[in-house]
């Protein structure tokens, strides 16, 4: 398995392909995005239900930079070059990093079972909703 560490390496090992553009797809995705996370903002985040919104929340963050990339032409098929094209296309390290760390904590949840204390789970919970807001905010950009 390839551990890619940049966009440019991600190209090179064929995680991430030049495909053509797609726009209904991309408010396909986006509109799934929106309607989870609707349905989210309508569930009372509890100890027992924290890591699991959490996890809702990310798929969200993931459908988002999915429609991101395909408007550029990509797809890519693992979340570390997602990662990189925000870092390494966008510049928006902050993003890059915001979107690590739920990676990170996504990994360690769906992988490894282990689950986050409350204010862990509630911290990415806030990290992933500031990351869709700003996704959004770019996708509405290359729309118009």
């Known amino acids: 398995m390839n551990k ?6 991600c190209l090179e090992t064929g995680a991430s392909l030049k495909v053509t ?15 989870r996370v ?9 100890e027992s239900t924290a890591n699991y919104i959490f996890e809702s929340y ?7 930079l999915h429609a991101l990339v395909l408007m550029q ?3 890519v098929s693992n979340h570390l070059c997602l990662g990189y094209y925000l870092r390494d296309i966008l510049g928006k390290d902050h993003l890059f990093r915001l979107f690590d760390d739920g990676r990170f904590k996504r990994n360690s949840l769906v ?3 282990r689950k986050m204390d409350f204010e862990t789970a509630q911290l990415g919970i806030e990290k992933s909703k500031k990351l869709i807001t700003e996704l959004n ?7 118009r």
């Open 137 to 143: 905010s770019l996708l509405e950009q290359e729309l």
């Open 38 to 46: 609707q349905f989210m903002t309508e569930t009372t985040i509890k």
């Open 4 to 9: 890619e560490s940049t966009w440019e390496e």
């Open 73 to 75: 032409g990509y797809k």
């Open 111 to 113: 992988y490894y079972g």
């Open 21 to 35: 553009p797609n726009k209904s797809k991309v408010k396909s995705l986006m509109d799934t995005a929106t309607g």
């Open 58 to 64: 990310y798929s969200s963050v993931l459908e988002l």
